[in-house]
């Protein structure tokens, strides 16, 4: 598939991508310290940064060279240390922390104006009414139209402190006079529980998409709300995630294990081990659980997927996890910078290291998904390949292997038709996002005038939009065959959960993502057998 390297993708007040398993301490280390200082290799790329700086011929960025220094002394480390840039820092910090302070909305610029996709859930414009498709034409009296604006300009008008107050001047479609907003800016809530709603009348459904600082939070709000409407089961949804906090993971695989069980161990560069037990009586204890990974279920992910499959709790369903046994601590460098820093690794209860080899360097290490395609296993069980050195024996007697990320209970295959997998990309890498807003836009009086529990009735997919996506995607220089009649349904039921997230969010997406999804389906069968 060919495509322009420019992304369509709309942009929120806040930057989202972490990966890794990560101890919530940060360390500051100061470089004073008499053992740094006594450091003859610290002196020495001291002493060597100085002669280019007062000896070399030519002026030189120092400030690149050492970050070019930076990231090719932990290149030759594992693959998940790495090095955050001073300008990256405050972006990775805030994805994390699991809320923002701003006013709370995401948007395009269309035509050079700020439009609105979406009034965040939970965040200051959302409460105050404004609605997608508005346009955010003044910001305490400066122009934010027709300026050639950039969008870290635009962020910088619309973020603050907390509690400060910012008016909008808003242009709504059929509406002549300006609308007035006044804004105060508050935290606005960076959700990693994607989704929570009923599969069926006794089948609760979470998806988590990572393990920030508030998920433990949001999970057992969500279960509690499942509890009330009749969950006695749940689907633990993992696909995907690629980790985060190991503290937030511990706390959720706490809620399905009994007290004094094993959740994990640590080790360390000295040997020292560090246990962690589950600690409290968990809200799902009793009740029968189904942990959903796929191959991009990493770290923190699978930690929860493991702690669960050694004690014998519910069911690990999917595919092979990612397998990243590694443990980072995030460590700042005092000018801005952070490097997150592999110190540990951890083990499941029955002794398994689910880390994948990495001796063959970070190109083999992240091509492994490529290896999994190619080798058959993706489509069929058989084809995993496991080391019987690494064998290890549950509690309950079920075999389980170390060496490379969680081998599910139930394998369910994955759909590798290329075409199917070209709109998976197109879905998740903003272009039908794009799309699917122009054709809100189109109509937005009446898209927004729609109740959620009209949407299904009232929205139908016509064979005219799908047509105009198509048109779209060949303007933008990419090449998809959406001709095909095999391929209709499921175009049809993308675009209507994007125009589904971008009128009622996350949950409403999921719900219309979720419907004949092969993992889910064998859920549902599972949790149904007597």
Same mark, same amino acid.
């Given at each position: 598939m060919k495509g322009r390297n420019k992304i369509y993708t709309p942009l929120l007040l806040s930057i989202a991508c972490a990966v890794g398993l990560i101890l919530g301490a940060r360390l500051n280390f100061d470089t004073s310290d008499e053992l740094f200082s006594a450091n003859p290799k610290k002196q020495k790329l001291n002493r060597l940064i100085d002669y280019i700086d007062y000896e070399y011929v030519d002026d030189v960025n120092t400030d690149s060279i050492v970050d070019l220094t930076v990231n090719k002394i932990l290149e030759n480390l594992d693959p998940h240390s790495v090095y955050i840039p001073k300008d990256e820092y405050a972006n990775v910090t805030e994805n994390m922390k699991g809320d923002f302070v701003g006013i709370g909305v995401s948007f395009y610029s269309v035509q050079d104006t700020i439009v609105v996709i979406k009034a965040l859930e939970g965040g200051p414009s959302e409460k105050l009414g404004i609605r997608g498709g508005d346009r955010i034409l003044y910001?305490?009296?400066?122009?934010?139209?027709?300026?050639?604006? #950039?969008?870290?300009?635009?962020?910088?008008?619309?973020?603050?402190?907390?509690?400060?107050? *910012?008016?909008?001047? $808003?242009? !709504?479609k059929g509406i002549e006079d300006l609308l007035t907003f006044d804004v105060k800016r508050g935290k606005v809530p960076l959700k990693s529980v994607d989704a929570a709603y009923m599969l069926t009348e006794n089948l609760g459904y979470i998806k988590i998409n990572r393990f920030a600082e508030t998920t433990y939070k949001e999970f057992s709000n969500a279960i509690t709300g499942l509890k009330k409407k009749g969950a006695k089961q749940i689907a633990l949804d993992l696909r995907d995630n690629p980790g985060g906090y190991l503290s937030e993971a511990i706390n959720i695989a706490d809620e399905f294990i009994k007290d004094e069980k094993l959740i994990l161990y640590t080790k360390n560069k000295s040997g020292a081990i560090e246990e962690t037990y589950a600690q409290r009586k968990g809200e799902?204890?009793?009740?029968?659980?189904?942990?959903?990974?796929?191959?991009? #279920?990493?770290?923190?992910?699978?930690?929860?997927?493991?702690?669960?499959?050694?004690?014998? *709790?519910?069911?690990? $369903?999917? !595919?092979?996890?990612?397998?990243?046994?590694?443990?980072?601590?995030?460590?700042?460098?005092?000018?801005?910078?952070?490097?997150?820093?592999?110190?540990?690794?951890?083990?499941t209860p029955t002794g398994r290291s689910i880390q994948k080899p990495y001796e063959n360097g970070n190109e083999s290490y992240f091509n492994d998904y490529m290896r999994r395609y190619q080798n058959g296993e993706l489509n069929s069980e058989d084809s995993i390949t496991v080391n019987d050195s690494l064998k290890y024996v549950t509690p309950g007697g079920k075999v389980v292997y170390g060496g490379g990320g969680i081998i599910p209970d139930i394998f369910v295959p994955k759909d590798t038709d290329s075409e199917k997998e070209k709109l998976t990309f197109l879905l998740r890498g903003g272009y039908m996002s794009r799309y699917v807003f122009d054709l809100l836009e189109k109509d937005r009086r009446y898209y927004n005038s729609i109740e959620k529990n009209q949407f299904r009735k009232k929205i139908e997919i016509t064979e005219e939009m799908m047509n105009g996506f198509d048109r779209y995607l060949r303007q933008m220089g990419v090449r998809?065959?959406?001709?095909?009649?095999?391929?209709?349904?499921?175009?049809?039921k993308y675009l209507k959960a994007e125009m589904a997230q971008q009128l009622f969010g996350t949950n409403a997406f999921e719900r219309y993502l979720n419907e004949d999804d092969r993992i889910i389906e064998k859920v549902i069968e599972l949790s149904q057998e007597k």
């Amino acid at each position: 598939m060919k495509g322009r390297n420019k992304i369509y993708t709309p942009l929120l007040l806040s930057i989202a991508c972490a990966v890794g398993l990560i101890l919530g301490a940060r360390l500051n280390f100061d470089t004073s310290d008499e053992l740094f200082s006594a450091n003859p290799k610290k002196q020495k790329l001291n002493r060597l940064i100085d002669y280019i700086d007062y000896e070399y011929v030519d002026d030189v960025n120092t400030d690149s060279i050492v970050d070019l220094t930076v990231n090719k002394i932990l290149e030759n480390l594992d693959p998940h240390s790495v090095y955050i840039p001073k300008d990256e820092y405050a972006n990775v910090t805030e994805n994390m922390k699991g809320d923002f302070v701003g006013i709370g909305v995401s948007f395009y610029s269309v035509q050079d104006t700020i439009v609105v996709i979406k009034a965040l859930e939970g965040g200051p414009s959302e409460k105050l009414g404004i609605r997608g498709g508005d346009r955010i034409l003044y910001a305490d009296g400066n122009k934010l139209f027709n300026r050639g604006i #950039s969008n870290d300009s635009i962020t910088r008008h619309l973020k603050g402190k907390e509690n400060t107050r *910012v008016t909008l001047k $808003v242009l !709504r479609k059929g509406i002549e006079d300006l609308l007035t907003f006044d804004v105060k800016r508050g935290k606005v809530p960076l959700k990693s529980v994607d989704a929570a709603y009923m599969l069926t009348e006794n089948l609760g459904y979470i998806k988590i998409n990572r393990f920030a600082e508030t998920t433990y939070k949001e999970f057992s709000n969500a279960i509690t709300g499942l509890k009330k409407k009749g969950a006695k089961q749940i689907a633990l949804d993992l696909r995907d995630n690629p980790g985060g906090y190991l503290s937030e993971a511990i706390n959720i695989a706490d809620e399905f294990i009994k007290d004094e069980k094993l959740i994990l161990y640590t080790k360390n560069k000295s040997g020292a081990i560090e246990e962690t037990y589950a600690q409290r009586k968990g809200e799902f204890e009793n009740g029968k659980v189904y942990v959903l990974i796929n191959e991009n #279920s990493a770290s923190a992910s699978e930690v929860v997927a493991g702690a669960l499959q050694d004690n014998d *709790v519910g069911t690990i $369903v999917g !595919r092979r996890s990612y397998g990243k046994g590694l443990v980072q601590r995030e460590m700042e460098l005092g000018d801005g910078s952070a490097v997150r820093l592999t110190i540990a690794r951890y083990y499941t209860p029955t002794g398994r290291s689910i880390q994948k080899p990495y001796e063959n360097g970070n190109e083999s290490y992240f091509n492994d998904y490529m290896r999994r395609y190619q080798n058959g296993e993706l489509n069929s069980e058989d084809s995993i390949t496991v080391n019987d050195s690494l064998k290890y024996v549950t509690p309950g007697g079920k075999v389980v292997y170390g060496g490379g990320g969680i081998i599910p209970d139930i394998f369910v295959p994955k759909d590798t038709d290329s075409e199917k997998e070209k709109l998976t990309f197109l879905l998740r890498g903003g272009y039908m996002s794009r799309y699917v807003f122009d054709l809100l836009e189109k109509d937005r009086r009446y898209y927004n005038s729609i109740e959620k529990n009209q949407f299904r009735k009232k929205i139908e997919i016509t064979e005219e939009m799908m047509n105009g996506f198509d048109r779209y995607l060949r303007q933008m220089g990419v090449r998809v065959n959406l001709n095909g009649e095999e391929h209709k349904p499921l175009l049809k039921k993308y675009l209507k959960a994007e125009m589904a997230q971008q009128l009622f969010g996350t949950n409403a997406f999921e719900r219309y993502l979720n419907e004949d999804d092969r993992i889910i389906e064998k859920v549902i069968e599972l949790s149904q057998e007597k």
